[in-house]
């Protein structure tokens, strides 16, 4: 049945290209359908979310194991909704049916990485889902140079995440060969008790494997090509990357290692621990001084992508629980936030936030939404992210690494800072003489992030039962 | 039914309130009085319904011990009547008093908050369930305030900072008493008066006082005379407020504690209420103003109040408690009367007022038999209120009654003075304040007048009724030590009437001699101003270095540019030094990344370096 999660966006690619050129427009509705059914799979129950080996053929034929659990319904609903998401947006920010069709094309493609990692058990598949989706995304993030004119920009950012994800690659590879030599096999367990038997070859490897990973999730020092790929990319792929694709290659990846083969040990923790630190510091310091709204939230991902790091440095159990959860808050709190930026970008044309102000009155629904988003992403309560933030700081505590989680809780105030610097120079104050005709913007471009803030909301308001729910889930 | 009956009658007034508010201001600008009226009347009928019942009744609410309860007992049934038929006079009288005001709309949505929390504050049988009632009360007194006219603002914030503070200690004598009762249900607290009871009981005290206007809570009240609508002033400092202040205070002295003649609480009450009598009564002495006058008077009665419960003796406490009720009769009727003067003559400076009597008989007659009323001339109720307190003052020592007596005086004297000045003599300008131009008031005004007048007369020579059906069942347990079963009737103690009758004569010769020497009624106490010793003291009255607000914001005034001090230093840390701080970082973290895809790289590749590095040596390292 798992098997469907691989073959379902797949024959929607083949299916897509099938298509006479006249009914590409189609191709769009096509890819929903398959998102929809992505979301809806991650409640089925009869894809048996227990971490059990599951059956599959495809599995037996390319020699991998999956096994999906509750960390893998998460995803897949992360995966549904900002992509779906980020079909609505390209409905109303791409012009081209040409483009569109593309971007459907690439996103399904995506997908079947996506869902590979949300399933695979040992670290080669993994490599390979990883690099499936990273395929498809540059491909997006340079979407732009398809149309003559544009795409400079779009190329440079592009190269920059193809210049560091092949260093990915080389890491990920040279670990997988390292793992190879040390436990002769690369599934997740064997690497976990090679680790234990502290063997420096392996622990080499899975240090590889982890720096490889921070790659993909950018989490500093190897966070170069984010901020240029998000800020260059069109509005939907930026949507799209944020929400899901970084999250779930790097981050997710991540998280799966940590809660099956690092296992708490040390030094996989403190890795943990100190990567996700700077990170969240540096990625903060740096969205503090942004002039651009992606850029800022590119950085602003930086930072929070260090937050899970963090979480998988403290408490087992806790921690991925943390994790996970902050893992589902960002992405649906950055989607939102995307979107909003591609609302505005639409409406004004620029993002440059210097030029922009008093812009509530004019977008309420945009101003409202973004609120939610934001205050949540900094940690306010009730919404959603003060509950995972308030975990994280719980799974720190728990076993001692209070300097860590003292980090934790400061960095929240320069997230509040540079996000109601944000909220305030884009929303508040003097609006520009030019803005005077700006309306709200297209209900396609509001109703998601409308959306995507009630799922914030409501999350936060009834934490106790969706806790009661992953906890059940077995997270 | 009971039940029923009391949770609407906390309920209506307040959803009114809403109601007031959401009324067309143009359209309408009668309604929000109207409907005033009418809820205040719901109330008055509510409260008659219910008085003969004793009933209790409590639903858990916030958990903790705090629970939602109610309760009627006699004494609480009876302040909640006064309240109900109070606020229903005041409120008929304020249909065409505030009808003209800008502030009518939002004023009668603060009158009718006020009485919602009055009943519920009276009702409650709960220590926090009254707290939040009590607190709701100063929120309502700082807004009516502020809907006032000429510059409310200031009056406004001194009343809040004033009644705010007592609040305060009432607030953690609220919870001292909890902690040391082991419940908050206020039925069933009975604590002895001894270490932390009496501080508990203290702090209750002051919030009692605060709510009540005695010194030194009471320098809000004679600003806001001037400054508040005058049915602001009838309603609250003049009668709701020493309901609730004494209310509370008996409540406090009678159940919660078992106050006696041999605690040491029980003199520092009498202290407080007689210094309360004599300094308000001297300052009110000497007003230029009708409102003013009142106000302090207002003070100084409650004086006689605390004088009375404070002696711990049956028949003081049935005087404070009896003094209570007449003091809202009379003390409201004479605010009402200002407000009839203010509107037909345009001023309350008894500088310029004069000769109204003949233009407004039946205000003058109501003023007369309430001025009478608290003078303490019989057969009007006052005299037989402060009868009995002088009884009990006098048990307790005769500084007590002397000093309680020399009020009197006082007050006889100054009510002279006011009644004269303004009913009396001729007015400044003898053109202006004419037969012609000014007229009775309208009977909206003068219906709610006389019937406080005419109570003032039936409490007085039928004080039986009061005495017997409200105020001894009320008082209940403390009335087993009384001699004789009731203290109704003409006093018992004919030298104790001689006294106050040669008092009175004493005011009304002094009065003559005033008089005499200045040529005008309100000359009539100057030689007591310019009495050797007084003099000096009005003078720093009058500058307001008297006024412990005054020492409180002088007080607050270093302390604010100390701490204001250390806040700067506080938030220069904050403001320069940290946002500066990360806006370094902030800068010189944006100028390392360039753009340049090389240095990314290299980033990347000597951060995986180091991870490999670290991690191979802690493993090395351990195995």
């Given amino acids: ?475 | 039914m009971t039940q029923t009956a009391l949770l609407l009658a906390i309920a209506v007034p307040a959803v009114a309130a809403l109601l007031t508010l959401l009324v067309p201001n143009r359209r309408a600008p009668w309604a929000p009085a109207i409907l005033a009226m009418l809820v205040c009347g719901f109330e008055l009928a509510v409260a008659i319904y219910v008085f003969p019942t004793d009933f209790a009744f409590a639903w858990p609410w916030m958990g903790f011990g705090v629970d939602f309860a109610l309760r009627l007992s006699r004494l609480s049934a009876f302040v909640f009547l006064g309240i109900a038929a109070l606020s229903f006079l005041v409120t008929l009288y304020s249909t065409v008093a505030m009808a003209k005001a800008p502030s009518s709309r939002r004023f009668h949505a603060w009158v009718l908050l006020t009485v919602a929390f009055s009943a519920g504050a009276v009702l409650a049988d709960n220590l926090v369930l009254f707290l939040v009632f009590w607190e709701g009360l100063l929120v309502t007194l700082f807004a009516m305030i502020a809907a006032g006219k000429s510059r409310p603002f200031a009056t406004a914030i001194k009343a809040f900072v004033i009644v705010g503070l007592t609040d305060l200690a009432l607030m953690f004598g609220v919870m001292l008493t909890g902690h040391l009762a082991g419940t908050l249900s206020m039925s069933a607290i009975r604590l002895p008066l001894d270490g932390l009871g009496a501080v508990a009981f203290l702090l209750l005290l002051v919030g009692a006082m605060g709510k009540a206007g005695a010194m030194p809570f009471h320098s809000w009240i004679p600003d806001a005379a001037v400054d508040a609508p005058t049915p602001f002033m009838a309603l609250l400092p003049g009668g709701l407020e020493k309901l609730l202040g004494i209310y509370f205070l008996a409540r406090v002295s009678l159940d919660l504690f078992m106050l006696s003649p041999e605690s040491w609480v029980s003199p520092v009450m009498m202290w407080i209420g007689a210094a309360t009598i004599l300094l308000a009564v001297l300052m009110a002495l000497v007003q230029k103003d009708y409102k003013k006058l009142l106000a302090y008077h207002a003070i100084s009665q409650v004086g006689y109040m605390i004088l009375g419960i404070g002696t711990a003796l049956p028949v003081g406490i049935v005087g404070g408690l009896f003094h209570m009720v007449n003091n809202a009769i009379y003390k409201s009727s004479l605010f009402l009367s200002a407000g009839a003067v203010e509107r037909e003559a345009g001023t309350t400076d008894l500088r310029e007022l004069g000769g109204l009597g003949k233009s407004m008989p039946i205000t003058m007659a109501c003023f007369l038999v309430a001025a009478a009323s608290i003078s303490g001339v019989p057969p009007f109720n006052g005299f037989f209120s402060k009868e009995l307190v002088y009884d009990g003052a006098l048990e307790r020592g005769w500084i007590f009654y002397a000093i309680a007596l020399g009020g009197s005086f006082f007050t006889a004297a100054s009510f002279l003075k006011l009644g004269h000045a303004a009913f009396f003599g001729r007015p400044a300008d003898e053109k202006r304040l004419v037969k012609e131009t000014v007229r009775e008031a309208p009977w909206p005004m003068l219906v709610p007048m006389i019937a406080l007048a005419g109570l003032c007369i039936f409490f007085g020579v039928w004080n039986a009724v009061p005495l017997e059906g409200l105020i001894q069942p009320a008082v209940g347990a403390a009335m087993e030590g009384a001699h004789h079963g009731t203290f109704a009737g003409f006093p018992t103690n004919m030298l104790l009437v001689g006294l106050t009758g040669g008092v009175l004569l004493l005011a009304v010769l002094n009065h003559a001699f005033g008089v005499r020497r200045t040529g005008k009624g309100l000359g009539a106490v100057d030689h007591i101003y310019h009495a050797p010793g007084l003099a000096s003291v009005y003078k720093l009255q009058a500058t307001g270095a008297l006024d412990p607000y005054r020492w409180l914001n002088g007080t607050a005034g270093v302390a604010a540019r100390i701490l204001f001090a250390i806040d700067r230093a506080i938030d220069w840390v904050y403001q320069t030094f940290a946002s500066g701080l990360a806006l370094v970082t902030s800068g010189f973290l944006r100028r390392l990344h360039n753009g340049s895809a090389p240095r990314y790289i290299l980033w990347a590749l000597a951060g995986g370096l180091t991870v490999v590095l670290i991690a191979l040596a802690v493993v090395g390292g351990g195995s």
Wanted: glycine share 10%.
């Fill in chain 1, 1 to 475: 049945m798992s098997d469907l999660l691989l073959l379902v966006p797949f024959a929607a690619v083949v299916l897509l290209n099938l298509l006479p050129k006249r009914a590409r427009a189609a191709g769009t509705w096509i890819a929903f359908a398959v998102l929809a059914l992505e979301a809806a799979a991650a409640f089925a129950e009869r894809f048996g979310y227990a971490g059990e080996p599951a059956w599959s053929p495809l599995g037996a034929v390319f020699g991998f194991h999956v096994a999906p659990d509750g960390l893998s319904g998460l995803l897949l609903l992360c995966a549904g909704l900002v992509g779906i998401t980020a079909l609505l947006v390209a409905q109303k920010t791409l012009r081209e049916t040409r483009e569109r069709f593309f971007f459907a094309n690439l996103v399904l493609v995506a997908l079947v990485g996506i869902n590979g990692i949300a399933m695979v058990r040992d670290l080669f598949s993994l490599y390979v889902f990883v690099e499936v989706t990273a395929v498809a995304t540059f491909i997006l993030v340079a979407l732009d140079s398809f149309t003559e004119g544009r795409g400079t920009e779009a190329l440079e950012g592009a190269w920059k995440y193809i210049l560091l994800s092949v260093i990915a690659s080389v890491l990920m590879l040279l670990a997988v060969a390292f793992l190879l030599l040390s436990a002769g096999d690369t599934s997740l367990e064997a690497a976990r008790g090679a680790l234990a038997a502290r063997d420096p070859l392996a622990w080499i490897a899975i240090a590889l494997f982890l720096c490889g990973l921070f790659v993909k999730g950018a989490l500093v020092p190897f966070h170069g090509w984010l901020a240029d790929a998000y800020t260059a990319a069109p509005a939907p792929v930026s949507v799209f990357m944020a929400g899901i694709v970084t999250k779930a290659s790097g981050i997710f990846a991540l998280l799966r290692i940590a809660s099956s083969t690092l296992n708490g040990a040390t030094p996989g923790r403190e890795i943990l621990l100190v990567v996700g630190a700077v990170t969240i510091l540096v990625g903060a310091f740096l969205a503090l001084s942004q002039k651009n709204m992606k850029r800022m939230l590119a950085y602003s991902s930086v930072s929070q992508m260090g937050y899970i790091a963090l979480a998988l440095g403290g408490d087992l159990r806790l921690g991925i629980l943390a994790a996970g959860l902050h893992f589902f808050n960002h992405a649906i709190s950055k989607a939102q936030l995307f979107t909003n930026a591609a609302a505005i970008e639409r409406e004004l044309g620029t993002l440059d936030m210097d030029q922009m102000g008093g812009l509530g009155s004019r977008m309420p629904v945009t101003a409202g939404t973004s609120a939610v988003a934001t205050l949540s992403i900094a940690g306010l309560p009730p919404l959603a992210g003060f509950w995972s933030k308030l975990l994280i700081v719980l799974a720190l505590w728990n076993v001692g690494e209070y300097g860590f989680a003292v980090v934790a809780v400061l960095a929240s105030l320069v997230t509040l800072a540079y996000f109601l610097s944000l909220q305030r120079r884009v929303f508040f104050g003097k609006r520009d003489e030019r803005w005077a005709a700006v309306r709200e913007t297209t209900p396609g471009l509001w109703v998601p992030a409308v959306a995507l803030a009630l799922v914030t909301i409501a999350l936060g308001v009834g934490f106790p039962f969706a806790l009661e729910i992953l906890l059940g889930g077995g997270a």
